[in-house]
């Protein structure tokens, strides 16, 4: 099963729950519109290059279209429009002004120059300038993009249409960026971390977690569960992962990679693969990089009694009902990483207010989202007895359809 084909899938299931009608189930499903373009460009030794890059805007019925940008080698129309559809369900669970999109190019931006990498992303926004948009489609960083990458963004942007900083979010502090979205994915992942184990009248400081993936989300959310006592046990990149039944000290981890690129040769008790950081004997365990790394193969060695979906699309739909099955409880993806688009909603009014608010108020409301949305889902699981993934989706879908039939056709 693909990547589209696993979200169709809980797509499908809440929408059977619901009854949605037929009609109504294909406006929802099928994307408002697929762009796929070639980006072409001279390489720093002058051969010339071709790279296909995706923006697909799934669903626009709540407000313009937003969705992260990811530069990564297996970047293809499926796994786009995959996530594309995850950020319309996202943003409705969430109940920010947006519907959903997602964008990439099929690359591996780690084997390019810095100034290949610029050069990419400038000819990949004037392939797409006329498409996007602070009022059509706001795209914002993912998996290979980050601060740097949005810079080059709304730069190239701006030379078509002027001074319009909110034509994207996550961008640098120094150019309209808003203090807290970097950290905001990971934050959220930690803040909803605490609100699932409270249910359960538990708390980080006797929880023992494991993370898979130690970039952007892994290691803010790795940062703020240590920071409240948690004890991060083990962390992982590429380069495989590093397990220190005490805790790692996540400060040091980060230290070594600022300095080393990578977690390659920084010292733990002792190194795990990628796989057997998922079968560890924690309490909770984040999947905080790829998309499908549980799957039917491997769901029947997870020891963790909550898992915490950071990354998009970690389950597959198999995996999903054997974890389930075996009273796992998954805090799905469209809430449990919704943090960071939540702060690029906050960063996007901000650029339309020219008002900047301080990183105190970006978290309190943060905060405020999330736990709301989280406590809604909540009661919806309680009193229909359905999974939360179940409960999110039928959240999500139900405020896209209310909006579609509304403003109708
Ligand atoms: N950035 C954001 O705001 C949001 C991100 N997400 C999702 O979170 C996930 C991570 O995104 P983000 O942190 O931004 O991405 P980054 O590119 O910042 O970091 C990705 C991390 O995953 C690691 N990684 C890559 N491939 C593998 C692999 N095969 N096995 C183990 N680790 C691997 C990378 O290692 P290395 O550096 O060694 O390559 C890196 O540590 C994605 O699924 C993304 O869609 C969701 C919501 C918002
Ligand atoms: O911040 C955003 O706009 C989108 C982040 C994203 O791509 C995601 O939530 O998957």
């Known amino acids: 099963m693909n990547a589209y084909e696993s979200a169709s899938h809980y797509f499908e299931n809440a929408a059977s729950v619901m009854d949605l009608s037929p009609n109504m189930k294909k406006l929802l499903s099928t994307p408002e519109r697929e762009v796929k373009v070639q980006v072409a460009m001279k390489m720093d030794n002058g051969e010339i ?12 019925a709540r407000g313009p279209m937003k969705g992260g940008l990811r530069f990564h080698h297996e970047v293809d129309s499926d796994e786009v429009l995959a996530l594309a559809s995850l950020m319309t369900w996202k943003t409705a669970v969430v109940d920010i002004p947006y519907g959903g999109a997602k964008g990439g190019i099929t690359v591996s931006p780690k084997t390019l120059s810095s100034n290949e990498l610029e050069l990419m992303t400038r000819r990949f926004v004037d392939e797409l300038q006329d498409v996007i948009g602070p009022d059509k489609d706001i795209p914002a960083p993912d998996m290979g993009t980050n601060s740097q990458v949005m810079a080059w963004i709304v730069n190239q942007y701006e030379r078509y249409h002027g001074f319009n900083p909110a034509c994207v979010t996550g ?23 605490e609100a699932l184990l409270a249910k359960d009248k538990r708390n980080l400081q006797d929880t023992t977690v494991a993370i898979q993936g130690f970039g952007n989300v892994g290691s803010f959310a790795a940062s703020y569960i240590a920071e409240k006592g948690g004890k991060v046990v083990a962390i992982s990149d590429i380069s495989g992962g590093r397990f220190n039944s005490k805790g790692i000290n996540i400060s040091a981890a980060l230290e070594h990679v600022r300095q080393n690129g990578s977690l390659k040769g920084f010292e733990s008790e002792k190194d795990i693969s990628n796989d057997e950081l998922l079968a ?30 950071a990354a998009n699309g970690p389950v597959t739909p198999d995996a999903d009902q054997i974890l389930t099955d075996r009273g796992v409880v998954i805090l799905p993806d469209i809430l449990a990483n919704a943090g960071g688009v939540t702060v690029s909603y906050f960063e996007w009014v901000q650029n339309q207010q020219y008002f900047r608010w301080d990183l105190e108020r970006t978290r309190t409301e943060l905060k405020k989202k999330l736990t709301r949305s989280f406590e809604k889902m909540w009661d919806i699981a309680t009193e229909k007895h359905i999974p939360l993934r179940s409960a999110a989706y039928l959240m999500g879908i139900g405020r896209v359809g209310r909006a579609t039939v509304l403003a109708g056709i």
Request: proline share 3%.
């Open 49 to 60: 290059a071709t790279f296909v890059g995706y923006r697909i805007q799934h669903n626009s």
């Open 171 to 193: 961008k640098p502090i120094e150019l309209h960026g808003a203090d807290g979205r970097e950290e905001a994915t990971g934050r959220g992942v930690g803040l909803l971390t």
């Open 280 to 309: 560890l004997d924690v309490d909770v365990l984040i999947p905080a990089a790829l998309g499908g790394v549980l799957k039917k193969e491997n769901a029947g060695d997870v020891r963790a009694k909550y898992l915490i979906e």
